[in-house]
């Protein structure tokens, strides 16, 4: 089975790059903020110059 | 735009043109896949709508059924989506409009390419990767241009947090990125025609690794992404625990890429390795209902909503089915489960779980959901949706009822053994067929009403596009720019397109180069033994023909270590036997029998008999008629190339074997012609296809491995 010599290296390179992501992100401060983001997304997009004649209806 | 009232307001706009063609995209080719299912599932129930044409045999269409939904139909539906949420959650446009058409119409043009390419047989022989070189290659650039679009996006974004959801499709980019090519990895022989560099249990670990986290990083995390943003955006409330959400996403992500050898429990795979593919699997169970959980309790205070909004019923029935999935999934891992279950169509049952309760319920959830915005209109019927929502689901509940029924009264008569007499109660494997029969035609029902509910929904959608009396015209919107802590490192690479051509370039090379030179490598995978001989040149040509019919969607060849398989088949496969296949051939389902020890089972007359009507061999068989291999010619031209790209992948020919390759090609094809002219088969059969198809089938299985020890082959 030498292929896990190649295989067992490129699975371990995955889970350090997304270590490497997960570390990033905890630095950078990603996840000092658990509450706010998941309200954050509910708003939607300030628009302006608003067209006339528009069917807002499905706006959530 | 009002650029004065505030200097740190920044104006955009999103690109929706985009979302909305692969929209378009998501409809026609989820109904082409589901078309394709029913069709492959009627040949089943009926042999007959083989139609006799080679072209539309099970064998053929199976893998371009496989294909078309997962990549054209999950596929386009998870760009389209990933395209709209991503521009939402970064309040920022798509990073460049031109890659964004190159994505689509790429794309478009593979599954174009694997439409035409598969029925004509053009195969790899790889589940799920079956699609030729040069189309795999055009992947990974498309692949590469999504991932420079997406990347562009999230740096350039004006919201300092990223979303769960993003990171989900992240996870999605770079994995599949790694699957697709280190599993694509082969050697062309002309331009349609390619050898994988690896051979036997090291493809079959490749190739499962890569089977099973497609379902994990195509099917799976990019529809959580989806998840995470649309049933909090469709429901207006917040995820239940975005903490979980987090946990869920990280778990999933280290624990998924170790699960795939649960395909390849016992078989000749070594044994701790199917352990630490069964524990990772069994462990994924705790973080997909986790997920699970979070998704359902954001609905809380919703249920009477889901009622009556079709975006929830559809959000809220596929987070269901990813529960139920991911329960089955593990389950199915456990050894003594996988012992009876495996090969069966219970597994049939579970993707269909996955991909039509999750896959399609969270796009159709995720359509009704983005047409109206994006069209600026309303559903056009709320009682078709309805009418959708139950049609799908009582399909899919035939579906999954009827494999179940089908895949464990299969799995126990296959295994069952007569207490007094120690024989198998079941000789006849085609008892085993004609007693599931009946559940055959209740799933190809069941997936009607499954292509039924699709249509409807086309049919509600294009409605309520037609009735939009919207110019389309994209709105301006304003957000302040990331602040500048943040910011500095991104802004230096946003004005700098011309990096990321670079670096496009640089993958593409890079992939390329990955692609079609790998042979120094395949050295290291092979070990030399002279125990077991390679192919003959007319096998390796018989070889082909066995690809290129897909007869691998029917057939196995792995005897597992049990009493049943043993007396059924023989000795169990042994890890040598496939050292030399380019590619391993080991299969997924027993629609028909075990192949691994078919050699010498039966005179060279039987099996032209049989592949011309397999009913003249056995009553009631439901394997379709191969009567064009009679009449096709075996193409000798090419055979000298095989020959020599197989003994640079490390199989022992010398190079006079090579040089006469087609001499003794012929000379075998002679010897067997000869038998068959015996029994008053015209001698004109000697260069045609099925000669060396034969040749090839009685050569399975004829050198068990008897001599070698597990040491010679472990090294």
Known sequence: MNVLYFAIPIALLLGVVFLGFFIWATRSGQYDDLDTPSYKILLDDKEIEPEKGKNYESRS | ?715
Not at chain 2, 45 to 50: E, F, G, H, P, R
Not at chain 2, 118 to 142: C, H
Not at chain 2, 194 to 199: C, F, G, K, L, V
Not at chain 2, 211 to 217: L, M, S, T, W
């Open chain 2, 1 to 715: 735009m009002n650029q004065e009232a505030n200097q740190n307001l920044e104006s955009f706009s999103y690109d929706d043109k985009i979302v909305r063609w692969f929209t378009y995209a998501t409809l026609l080719w989820g109904a082409v896949a589901m078309l394709l299912g029913v069709t492959i599932a009627f040949q089943l129930a009926y042999w007959k709508l083989n139609m006799g044409l080679e072209w539309l045999t099970f064998g053929r269409l199976r893998p371009l059924h496989t294909n078309a939904a997962i990549f054209a139909f999950v596929g386009n539906g998870m760009f389209a989506g990933v395209y709209y949420s991503l521009q939402r959650l970064c309040k920022a446009r798509l990073f460049n409009d031109l890659l964004s058409k190159l994505h689509f119409w790429g794309w478009q043009l593979i599954i174009v390419s694997a439409a035409i390419s598969l029925p004509l047989g053009m195969t790899t022989g790889k589940e799920y990767a079956e699609l030729e070189w040069p189309i795999d290659i055009a992947i990974t650039v498309v692949w590469v241009i999504f991932a420079v679009n997406f990347f562009g996006t999230l740096i350039r974004r004006r919201e300092r947090h990223i979303y769960v959801a993003i990171w989900f499709y992240i996870a999605t980019i770079v994995t599949v990125a790694v699957l697709h090519i280190v599993n694509s990895i082969s050697i062309p022989v002309s331009l349609m025609k390619s050898y994988s560099i690896y051979a036997g249990a090291q493809d079959a670990l490749i190739q499962w690794w890569y089977g099973h986290n497609a379902v994990a990083f195509f099917l799976t995390t990019p529809i959580l992404g989806l998840m995470y943003y649309f049933v909090p955006k469709a429901a207006n409330r917040p995820v239940y625990s975005y903490r979980l959400s987090i946990v869920h996403f990280w778990s999933l992500v280290f624990i998924y890429i170790w699960a795939g050898p649960h395909h390849l429990l016992y078989t000749a795979l070594p044994e701790w390795l199917q352990t630490v593919g069964m524990v990772f699997s069994v462990a994924l169970w705790a973080p997909s209902w986790g997920g699970m959980i979070n998704g359902l309790l954001t609905l809380r205070g919703k249920w009477s909503e889901v009622r009556t909004n079709p975006v929830l019923k559809f959000l809220a029935t596929a987070v269901t089915f990813y529960g139920m999935s991911t329960f089955e999934g593990p389950l199915l891992s456990v050894k003594s489960v996988n012992s009876v279950a495996h090969f069966t169509d219970w597994v049939i049952g579970h993707v269909h779980a996955g991909t039509i309760g999750w896959n399609y319920m969270l796009t159709a959830g995720m359509l009704y959901y983005l047409v109206p915005k994006l069209w600026k209109t309303k559903i056009y019927s709320i009682a078709l949706a309805n009418f959708q929502f139950w049609t799908a689901t009582i399909g899919l509940f035939f579906y999954i009822v009827s494999m179940w029924i089908a895949g464990v009264t299969q799995g126990m008569m296959w295994r069952a053994i007569d207490g007094e007499t120690g024989t198998l109660v079941y000789p006849n494997f085609i008892e085993t067929v004609t007693q599931i029969i009946p559940m055959y035609w209740v799933r190809a029902i069941g997936g009607t009403l499954v292509l039924i509910s699709f249509l409807v929904m086309i049919y509600n959608l294009l409605k309520s596009i037609a009735a939009s009396k919207s110019d389309l015209k994209e709105e301006i919107y304003q957000a302040p720019a990331l602040s500048a802590n943040t910011a500095t490192g991104h802004r230096k690479l946003e004005g700098l397109p011309m990096i990321f051509t670079v670096l496009v370039l640089l993958s593409i090379i890079v992939g390329t180069v990955v692609e079609i030179t790998p042979t120094f490598l395949a050295n290291r995978f092979f070990v030399k033994s002279d125990s077991i001989t390679p192919y003959t040149p007319l096998e390796l040509l018989g070889r082909d023909v066995f690809i290129k019919e897909g007869c691998y969607t029917c057939h196995s060849q792995m005897v597992r270590p049990m009493v049943s398989e043993q007396l059924r088949y023989g000795k169990p496969s042994h890890i040598s036997e496939s050292r030399y296949d380019h590619p391993f051939q080991w299969g997924s389902r027993r629609i028909g029998p075990d192949l691994a020890r078919v050699g010498s089972k039966y005179p060279h007359m039987w099996h032209y008999r049989h592949m011309l009507n397999p009913r003249h061999m056995t009553h009631d068989s439901i394997m379709p008629n191969y009567p064009w291999l009679a009449r096709k010619k075996i193409h000798y031209d090419v055979l000298e190339k095989k020959m020599r790209v197989m003994q640079a992948l490390g199989v022992p020919y010398s190079d006079s074997e090579v040089a006469s390759s087609v001499e003794d090609a012929q000379y075998q094809a002679n010897e067997i012609a000869d038998i068959l002219a015996q029994s008053g088969v015209d001698k004109s059969v000697a260069d045609k296809e099925i000669v060396a198809l034969i040749s090839y089938l009685q050569r399975l299985g004829s050198e068990v491995a008897e001599g070698i020890t597990d040491q010679e082959v472990e090294e």
